[in-house]
């Protein structure tokens, strides 16, 4: 397939797990895929992956890969990074904001007056802040254009209590967020969406069913997907000539797949939670709260 030949997309925090998995499924639809991280060589973190291997696989999957060190708190290389786009590209056609700290201390079962403030901090900086940051700058390409789509990585948390205190907010606040700038672009051209990811078999993952209390019996394969799921429900997503409809809106990818007919990488589906984890506040285009 080759629906993105010829289209530029930025997929934030995609040395492994979700933004890796996204930055392959845009490649087999033969996009242009820019990929930042912190992790530049293999080796270099004590997870597995790296911008070089994920440049590696988005080349061999039919895409043409850039790797792009960046460290997300850095303002002035968020900016130096989309000077390089308009450069080189000339424009920009997607947006994945899937980049997000994730300390230790996240899933420690303990009070938020328990952990330390730097560290959990770093989880709305770079979730929140930079994400806001990174779509401002894609916004001032996106709208002369008058295309694109900025997409942003959220979950049920957004709802729903999981881990702590700050990743809820962060992710609460990315569902508004992405409301709030669909209204703004409305007319532009472009759209705005965030996404509700259920879990995920990523590298960290995999590491916390070991370790994290609780998880090993909460989660199973027919609940959780591949990285790589995510990333198919965005292509989808830019492919849609009815884009610009869900603009605004918090869409649970579970339920984007069925209505675009899509399967994880193994063929199987992947279950809606709204019934038990919660549903969406933000309508595509809503003014009012429409949640439970």
Known sequence: MSG????????????RGIGKGVACA???QGAT????????????????????????????????????????????????????????????DLLVNNAMAIPDTMTQRAGFWEKPLAGEWQIWETGMRAAYIVAWHAARIMVPQGSGLIAALSGYVGVTYTYDVVFGTTKT????????????????GVSAVSLWQ???????????????PGMANQLNSAVGSSPEFPGRVIAALAMDPDLKAKSGGTFINAE?????????????AIPSLRATRGAPLWDAGATTWTGP
């Open 198 to 212: 259920g879990f995920t078999y990523t590298e960290r993952a995999t590491e916390n069913l070991k370790s994290v």
């Open 173 to 188: 606040a990315t569902d508004r967020m992405m409301r709030d700038m669909g209204h703004e672009l409305r007319d532009t």
């Open 256 to 268: 984007l797949a069925a209505e675009y007919g899509l399967t994880d990488t193994d063929g199987h």
């Open 33 to 92: 895929v820019y990929v930042t991280g912190r992790t530049v060589a293999a080796g270099d973190h004590a997870l597995p992956g790296s911008l070089e291997e994920t440049v590696a696989e988005v080349n061999a999957r039919g895409g043409c890969g850039v790797a792009v060190a960046l460290d997300l708190l850095d303002d002035a290389q968020i900016a130096a990074l989309f000077e390089r786009i308009a450069r080189d590209e000339g424009r920009l």
């Open 4 to 15: 993105l030949v010829s289209k530029v997309a930025l997929v934030t925090g995609a040395t």
């Open 26 to 28: 845009l490649a087999e």
